[in-house]
């Protein structure tokens, strides 16, 4: 397969792309399990972490997945950075252009700018999510930890549950998902599901209408307050009793064996009771533990044009 410089957003991807990347994350997966964790194929290159936005799984398992390429990681801290001072984006990616990092990994609030980036270096861009675009890695790593339960996905079901309009994880996820041949519902407040959703994303209206649906797996959001402008819904307590995964809904769950998914950061007691957290079929810390499979995968496949010899 030939590598590509950046990783941007699912819709860029072909699907012997897509199907290179899943298959290379079981291998990386292996080394995990394995005493010395630590493969030499990105040894000397090095990897920048830009996080505009806050992080915890996708920027931690970035630096596992790098390092356990043998890659040195770089965090660049922007809460004590120039940017602070008013240093404007591509500035610092001249400034970092400099250091000549091979990886640069990007989070940002606004949609686009990994894209951007992208095009002012040299090095290979990984989007870690950028406003409410996309989220490549993540969806790849929910297709890689749901093909794991089911080899055929072909055919099978997930309902997205939340907030789909401020979400790049439903955008990405449900894409490749739709991609995969999965079909996907989604079920939500009427002011955080989009009117103009793609047409993959069948629409279900109740719980009741997931249950008859007969979902393989049910993937809770994060109700994503702070990209909220505004008021979607009266409160919390009435967005749970809606909407949440609680003991009622979750016994449904069970009885259809049902898997549950969460891209994380999990808000207890919104979108997941701490009951639900425990379902023995939850995937949420597969997904964590196949981030860094995936990623790994990832990395080793882009190609940054930094080029120069290997002394
Ligand atoms: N799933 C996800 O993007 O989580 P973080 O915000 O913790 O990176």
Not at 74 to 91: H, N, P, R, Y
């Amino acid at each position: 397969m030939e590598a590509r410089k950046d990783l941007l957003d699912i819709e860029s991807l072909t699907m012997e792309e897509i199907s290179y990347v899943l298959d290379n994350a079981a291998p990386m997966k292996q080394l995990f399990t394995r005493s010395v964790k630590k493969v030499p194929v990105l040894r000397g290159k090095n990897v920048l972490s830009l996080f505009y936005e806050n992080s915890t799984r996708t920027s931690s398992s970035f630096e596992v997945a790098a390092k356990r390429l043998s890659a040195d990681v770089t965090e660049f801290s922007v809460s004590t950075s120039s940017v602070k001072k008013g240093e404007s984006l591509l500035d610092t990616i001249e400034t970092l252009q400099a250091m000549r990092c091979d990886y640069i990994v990007i989070r940002h609030s606004q949609a686009g700018v990994p894209g951007v980036v992208a095009k002012h270096t040299r090095a290979s861009v990984l989007n870690a999510g950028d406003g409410h675009h996309a989220h490549p890695t993540q969806a790849l790593l929910d297709a890689f930890t749901f093909r794991e339960k089911f080899p055929e996905v072909a055919g099978r079901r997930v309902v997205i549950v939340g907030d789909v309009e401020h979400s790049r994880v439903a955008r990405s996820t449900s894409r490749l998902f739709h991609r995969l041949g999965i079909d996907v519902a989604v079920l939500g407040p009427s002011t955080l599901i989009p009117d103009a959703r793609p047409d993959h994303m069948k629409r279900l209206r109740s719980w009741e209408e997931v249950f008859d649906w007969r979902p393989d797996a049910v993937y809770m959001l994060r109700v994503q307050l702070e990209r909220q402008e505004g008021q979607f819904f009266p409160d919390i307590p009435e967005y749970h009793g809606l909407y949440g995964m609680n003991s009622a809904r979750l016994e449904q769950v069970r009885k259809l064996g049902a898997y549950l998914m969460h891209p994380g950061p999990v808000n207890r007691g919104v979108e997941v009771t701490d009951e639900a957290m425990q379902y023995e079929r939850s995937l949420i810390s597969e997904q964590v533990e196949n981030g860094i499979a995936v990623r790994m995968a990832v990395l080793h496949w882009l190609k940054p044009n930094t080029g120069g010899s290997a002394l």
